[in-house]
């Protein structure tokens, strides 16, 4: 006790407090015979970036997540290689590389073009600085900008990093990186593991331990919090489990988030849900305490996760991103958000007393419009996101109309297959008839001549269905427009109040040809007297009575 005292006034420390205060671990290279990974594994692009880098006398690794995953007998989806090269000079080295970023900037390799392209992300080597170190911003990376443009290393108020752009050793970037299991370095050519931080026992104890002390990690970025609950959500299904020290100021850093910008949280909460894991991710995020409070919209998520069609929404991603296939935003928010948009569509086209319906198609597009404003906000309505979200949920009346041309036109639009998936999925759950999914299915695979026979066979289905039958709007181009009707014959005149437009009395006398005008002399009208249909009684009226000129048989005046 005395020594310690002694020591603390002469400024020294002792050696455990000196092994403590070294945040830089100590280097292991471990072989191949030790860690056992499969170089074939190994992205050949992946390959030719790190050779390239060496060839050019820089170090070189593949890094993080990609090294866990290799470590674990997984094949990586994606490689990150770290090289002690400035973005400048990786740039240099390769025909397509872009610089990207601002708080961290990087090199983004591009190889082949068009949706078969693959990216391999690169980034330079970071030192490890104190926040002490680092110059003080107020306000966040958004409402600093001008103050941040020539800055290389920046923190705000509560320590969080706005800018990391100072360059340092391996051991100091690996420092910085957040869980042991993602601060391996391996390089496939002499296919060894360099590992600081035990990465590679915790990868074999299946344990997420964040390198450092984790409260201070999650103040530095708020946004490892949710990237602890994603990596816990990927890794469940193999048995990983969170460090003690890591899971005890997890929930409550919460906080932290509020000043995170709202479209960084939003590109978070994206990839919870979009990388394979998102059921996993749900439950994860209900097991530490962070169901709520990280972002809005995912609130919502995790609220209606149980809801079958939500629920169906998220198992379907699921299992595309397991076979290989792509997912769109668009398609699983609008599943989320599709009770909001059919309840105020429910709404809208209730008849009210005194009012006229809603037309369907303007109902459902207020109530699109109410729940952008409700649940989506500025940043994530904006753009393709948005248009692509409307576009699905608008589709769907479209999908009722099985005649005409409407199935033709619907089933040419670009986005027709994330509508077709959206109502499959309605129709697991008996929103609509199986049997709409099943034709429209059936309708998007067939050949033109088979398309024109369904259209067909349905119109001939709805004409056979009992109950009154539809009323057809009648137009000028059909014959029984009124427009096109004839024209009567000037020869004949309909008498006033008569049933047979003969104009005779019953006994064969003409009626007045201003029968019901006022006479001359200004007395009341005569009354009308009542006709009635004369039988006929002579041969001529043997032709049918249209009021022929027979000689002796007729009886009518012609005026």
């Not at 990388?275 to 169901?291: F, M, R």
């Not at 639009?413 to 059936?442: M, Y």
């Amino acid at each position: 006790m005395i020594k310690k005292f002694i020591n603390r006034l002469l400024g020294k420390t002792d050696s455990t407090s000196a092994r403590r205060a070294n945040p830089f671990g100590k280097r292991e290279d471990v072989p191949v015979a030790v860690h056992g990974i499969d170089r074939s594994l190994v992205d050949q692009r992946a390959l030719d970036v790190v050779h390239t880098l060496k060839q050019a006398g820089f170090e070189a690794y593949l890094v993080g997540g990609a090294v866990r995953d290799l470590l674990l007998g997984l094949r990586p989806k994606d490689f990150d290689v770290a090289t002690s090269a400035t973005p400048e000079q990786v740039k240099g080295l390769f025909r397509r590389a872009f610089i990207i970023g601002r708080r961290f900037r990087i090199v983004h390799v591009i190889y082949g073009r068009g949706r078969e392209h693959e990216m391999i992300e690169v980034s330079t080597f970071r030192a490890y600085l104190d926040s002490a170190d680092a110059e003080q911003v107020k306000g966040n990376e958004r409402t600093s900008k001008g103050e941040l443009a020539g800055m290389k290393h920046a923190v705000d108020a509560s320590g969080r990093v706005l800018r990391d752009n100072v360059w340092g050793p391996i051991e100091h970037d690996a420092a910085r990186r957040d869980f042991s299991i993602n601060a391996m370095y391996y390089d496939p050519e002499t296919q060894t593991v360099v590992d600081f931080h035990h990465g590679i026992r915790d990868a074999k104890k299946k344990t997420l331990r964040m390198i450092g002390d984790a409260a201070t990690r999650y103040r530095e970025d708020p946004v490892r919090i949710i990237r602890a609950v994603r990596f816990a959500a990927k890794l469940s299904g193999l048995g990983f489990k969170f460090d003690a020290k890591t899971l005890e100021p997890l929930a409550s850093s919460r906080n932290l988030l509020a000043d995170v910008p709202q479209s960084r949280l939003f590109d978070e909460m994206l990839k919870l849900l979009q990388t394979g894991h998102s059921l996993a991710s749900v439950e994860q995020l209900k097991a530490t305490g962070l169901g709520t409070g990280i972002y809005p919209l995912l609130d919502v998520v995790v609220q209606r996760a149980d809801e079958p069609f939500v629920k169906l929404a998220l198992q379907d991603t699921d299992r595309r991103v397991g076979e290989g296939k792509p997912v769109a935003p668009s398609f699983l928010l609008a599943c989320v958000l599709w009770a909001d948009v059919r309840k105020g569509w429910s709404q809208r086209l209730q008849t009210r007393p005194g009012q006229r319906p809603m037309a369907p198609v303007a109902a459902l597009q207020d109530a699109v419009d109410d729940a952008f404003e409700a649940r989506i906000g500025d940043v994530s309505g904006r753009g393709k996101l948005g248009a692509d979200m409307r576009e699905i949920w608008m589709m769907q009346p479209r999908f009722d109309k099985r005649v005409g041309t409407s199935p033709f036109s619907l089933v040419d639009q670009p986005r027709f297959r994330a509508g077709f998936d959206f109502l499959r999925l309605r129709a697991q759950v008996g929103e609509v008839e199986e049997e709409l999914a099943h034709w429209w299915e059936t309708f998007s695979m067939a050949s033109d001549e088979v398309r024109e026979d369904m259209v067909d066979a349905q119109r001939r289905e709805n004409l056979a269905k009992p109950g009154p039958g539809k009323a057809r709007r009648v137009k000028r181009s059909d014959g029984d427009h009124p427009a096109n009707a004839p024209a009567p014959d000037p020869r004949f005149r309909a008498a006033d109040g008569g049933e047979d437009g003969d104009g005779v009395e019953e006994d064969g006398s003409a009626s007045d040809a201003t029968d019901g005008a006022a006479p001359a002399d200004g007395t009341a009208p005569a009354k009308k007297r009542r006709r009635r249909r004369r039988k006929p009684g002579g041969a001529g009226r043997a032709d049918g009575g249209q009021g022929g000129e027979g000689p002796d048989g007729g009886g009518a005046i012609i005026d």
